[in-house]
């Protein structure tokens, strides 16, 4: 028989399961219900993601969830590419996103062929992501990621100071600059202390055989100034810590409906179009300080400290934390730079 202790031991036991039922249940002030406990699996995906994509290039993903619903958007070039169909199940994230199939024109050149849906599943541990892409009778595609933190309050750029002014462009030859890809056309060159790229592309997609030109120094936060010519209906753009583009087209270009010259391309649109006609000479001035960005195009601001998500599309990089080079696109149009002046920011506060 039970002693007297082990009745009230008993007892006890059981008024404490009722106790913990009643609240799963129920719940009451100061717990949540079982119905209210956040999926912290899910809420796991939620966030802006830097990728590396299987073939070495930059991606960008966001996920978002709102309401139940997910959404978001997975991209490398041109304009974001929305995701869709979402199913979350056993720790896992899957998705469909839009790609064209076929084989390079030429290479590092666009996929041809027909439009498909492709599967991909993802997964993630601590503020890493593994995103497989399934393509038939081929081995999957694996992208890799970093979650960003959040991006900083908005500096005071009254405080900012900045460094010494480094010429990146000597106006003489292509020291310090190199291709991104060394199996690209390379058609830079330097003449009448310009650097110039000549290429025979007059079309807008986004990719071609001649190659990107980056500086050999990567940099962190900093103020840009640099002159750009590109010839009417041209298209180029310059890449800040090889991240961030500003768009390089003339002030009547169609580009305006994709945010046009004065814009952190996909990223921010500028207040005005105080671009210039193609064939003139025009200048930019582009601070990015804190992942925020003030451009001053031919001497009106245009982007006033305002945040940037993340990396724009066709970047050299998408980790903006990280230093990164000045990169400048040579796989579009014809386009001519000269005076490229970087200040390095010191300290901001």
Known sequence: MLSGLSYLMVFTKIVNFLRCLSLLI???????????QPDYKKQDFVGQWALKMHNGSAGWLTLERNAGEWSGQLWTVGEPK?????????????????????????PGGPYTGERVMRDLEATVKGDSIKIMMNVFG????????????PIPEKPDLSKVKFGKPIRLFNGVDLTGWKLINSRKINGWKVKNGELINETPKTTFDAFAPYGNLRTERTFGDSK??????????GNS???VRGAYEAQVV???????????????FSRIKPTKNAGKPGGQWQ????????????????????????????????????DVTRPGPLHLQGDHTSVRYRNIVLYPVLTNN
């Open 283 to 318: 200048s930019y001035e582009i601070t990015i300080v804190d992942r925020h960005a003030t451009v001053i195009l031919n001497g009106q601001k245009v982007i006033d400290n305002q945040p940037v998500i993340g990396n724009t599309n066709g970047a050299f990089q998408a």
């Open 82 to 106: 929305p995701i869709r169909n979402f199913n979350y199940a056993n720790g896992k994230l899957t998705f469909r996103r839009a790609l064209k199939i076929g084989l390079p024109a030429y």
């Open 26 to 36: 129920l719940g009451c002030p100061g717990n949540l219900s079982f119905a209210q």
């Open 224 to 233: 840009l100034t640099i002159e750009f010519n590109v010839p009417p209906g």
């Open 250 to 264: 003339d002030r009547d270009s169609r580009m305006q409906g994709l945010q046009g010259v004065g814009a952190i």
């Open 138 to 149: 081929r081995q999957p595609f694996v992208h890799l990621g970093r979650r960003l933190p």
């Open 237 to 239: 753009g310059i890449y």
